[in-house]
């Protein structure tokens, strides 16, 4: 079979067919992607525009030229907003027919309507702004961790570039004019050829997005507090013990902090659940805002969380705890014209070494919480020596208190009877 234009002209219907109802398949398995329905209707519209294209010669040129051009326009839009969607930006139905509106307008010109590459030149021109607006949307919404947002930016670039340039081409090279019908030809099926390779390669790009998007989606919903959103209990454990076997290998100070919001559940009773969750959602907030982005803070559980900062001397370690305490208090004063004022208390260990993993960390940390809860609530205690005996002392004397208090009324029970 020879690689001719009307060959290439056959399979490219076929191909966008198919990948248009590839398209539309795969959102109706996950509908809360639209993008990809959006990139569906653009490779069936870009279908009909090829068929309308075909029909050269046996019908207007109204339709065959202007009509094709401006569903072809169209179908590009659809990607950018494709793209846009994708990136959770609203649609602009007015700019989706822009260019088809300014084809059908400027092409009734008379400068462009008689110049034959004034009218390729404009429509390439819409084709590259169309493209290129795409490739922006993915570029500007590349703090998501997506690797496959990287080869659709640059094939969009290059195929807007391509058709952007191909009539300064012509122009420049006299052997690819339309008076050589040879080269002509060849140039005409070049451009046809890598039109369909990009389709083909931009679909499963575009799918493959939308596939690591999902799998990214599932991976966060797992690690990250629905409520607060930030690190849960076990994303905090697992990237804390990271920066652990780290700090084996290039040893740094490092502190470990508990945080425990005070009389929470005063709070609630008093305010009710909805302010109790903005507590916690200002908390958090506060928090991520004392940190660095190196720094770890998550939510352990209820009103407890826990930060980890690398790299931290003891003094800068209780400046940022302090800054966390003052500043939630603060926060708190008015929450929806009802006077809050929450508080929270911090247990700090300062680790110079890696002999403790960080459940033993966290532990020491705990009793220095236990110490600021006790000393009075909204304050910061940091583990010593000390203390933990002290409270290991403590806990000790309660066990055995409790133990006596059981054996004195076991034996008043067997005396009674």
């Known amino acids: 079979m020879n690689l001719d234009v009307n060959t290439l002209f056959m399979v490219t219907i076929y191909v966008e067919a198919i990948l248009g109802l590839l398209l539309l398949f795969a959102w109706v398995q996950n509908t809360a992607i639209y993008a990809v329905a959006w990139w569906g209707f653009a490779n069936l519209l870009l279908t009909a525009s090829i068929v309308l294209?075909?029909?050269?010669?046996?019908?207007?040129?109204?339709?065959?030229?202007?009509?094709?051009?401006?569903?072809?326009?169209?179908?590009?839009?659809?990607?950018?907003?494709?793209?846009?969607?994708?990136d959770h930006h609203r649609p602009r139905?007015?700019?989706?027919?822009?260019?088809?509106?300014?084809?059908?307008?400027?092409?009734?010109?008379?400068?462009?309507?008689?110049?034959?590459n004034m009218r390729v030149l404009l429509g390439s021109g819409i084709i590259a702004a169309y493209t290129w607006a795409a490739a922006y949307e993915f570029w500007r919404g590349r703090s998501e961790p997506l690797v496959s947002r990287w080869p659709a930016i640059f094939m969009l670039f290059a195929h807007g570039s391509l058709y952007l340039l191909r009539?300064?081409?012509?122009?420049?090279?006299?052997?690819?004019?339309?008076?050589?019908?040879?080269?002509?030809?060849?140039?005409?099926?070049?451009?046809?050829?890598?039109?369909?390779?990009?389709?083909?390669?931009?679909?499963?790009?575009?799918l493959a997005m939308a596939k690591e998007r999902t799998e990214y989606s599932h991976k966060t919903a797992a690690l990250i507090d629905p409520l607060t959103g930030i690190a849960n209990r076990r994303a905090f454990l697992l990237d804390g013990e990271v920066q652990l076997k780290r700090q084996a290998i290039d040893p740094h100070p490092i502190a470990v902090m508990l945080l425990d919001l005070d009389n929470f559940k005063?709070?609630?009773?008093?305010?009710?659940?909805?302010?109790?969750?903005?507590?916690?959602?200002?908390?958090?907030?506060?928090?991520?805002?004392?940190?660095?982005?190196?720094?770890?803070?998550?939510r352990l559980g209820g009103e407890e969380f826990a930060a980890l900062l690398v790299?931290?001397?003891?003094?800068?370690?209780?400046?940022?705890?302090?800054?966390?305490?003052?500043?939630?208090?603060?926060?708190?004063r008015e929450i929806d014209d009802k006077p809050v004022v929450a508080t929270v208390s911090i247990g700090v260990v300062i680790s110079h070494d890696a002999v403790l993993d960080l459940s033993a960390l966290l532990a020491q940390a705990d009793h220095a919480l236990y110490r600021a809860k006790d000393n009075g609530r909204n304050r910061i205690e940091v583990a010593s020596i000390e203390l933990i005996l002290d409270r290991a002392m403590q806990s000790a004397a309660e066990f055995v208190a409790a133990t006596g208090a059981k054996s004195a009324a076991k034996f008043a029970t067997k005396s009674a009877a």
């Open 266 to 298: 005063s709070i609630n009773d008093r305010f009710g659940h909805a302010i109790g969750d903005r507590v916690l959602q200002l908390f958090a907030q506060v928090g991520n805002g004392c940190i660095r982005r190196m720094d770890l803070f998550g």
């Open 53 to 86: 294209f075909g029909m050269y010669g046996s019908v207007s040129d109204l339709i065959s030229i202007d009509l094709a051009n401006a569903v072809l326009f169209t179908a590009f839009a659809l990607t950018w907003t494709g793209a846009r969607v994708f």
């Open 167 to 206: 009539t300064p081409l012509g122009a420049m090279l006299p052997w690819l004019s339309t008076s050589n019908q040879i080269f002509a030809s060849v140039w005409l099926t070049v451009l046809s050829f890598e039109g369909l390779l990009f389709t083909i390669a931009i679909a499963f790009i575009l």
């Open 311 to 332: 790299d931290t001397t003891r003094d800068r370690a209780l400046a940022v705890a302090e800054q966390i305490r003052s500043s939630f208090a603060a926060a708190t």
């Open 93 to 116: 139905p007015i700019l989706i027919f822009a260019g088809a509106a300014l084809w059908l307008v400027l092409c009734r010109l008379p400068g462009i309507a008689d110049s034959w």
